[in-house]
């Protein structure tokens, strides 16, 4: 049973950063690419980035490219979500998700997710 558990989210003031982080409970994360999603209240789950099995491979959202950076440190068995220049429409709930590739089936279980709330 695959699950992740997100962490790094708050509040934070327009313009300003946060690093998102996803580390996996009970298995070895270097095996899967991994996806961060959001879903916004009242709004659909959007993939938000993926990083490939060997991190030489990146895909983002049209709305986050340029602004956030997704990274894979399989020493320490986590992937993160650098997310620079936060607009309020960044502000959601935020899951990884292990996937075979990217795109990708998820493989994973959603977790309870990191709430990231941009306002000033």
């Known amino acids: 049973q695959l699950q992740l558990v997100e962490s790094g989210g708050g509040l934070v003031q327009p313009g300003r950063s946060l690093r998102l982080s996803c580390a996996a409970s009970g298995f070895n994360l270097e095996h899967y690419a991994i996806a961060w999603f959001r879903q916004a209240p009242g709004k659909e789950r959007e993939e938000v980035s993926c990083i490939s099995v060997s991190g030489g491979s990146t895909d983002y959202g049209e709305s986050v490219k340029g602004r956030f950076t997704i990274s894979r440190d399989n020493a320490n068995n986590a992937v993160y979500l650098q997310m620079n220049s936060l607009k309020p429409a960044d502000t959601a709930v935020y899951h990884c998700?292990?996937?075979?590739?990217?795109?990708?089936?998820?493989?994973?279980?959603w977790g309870q997710g990191t709430q990231v709330t941009v306002s000033s």
């Open positions: 998700a292990a996937q075979g590739s990217c795109p990708g089936l998820r493989l994973s279980h």
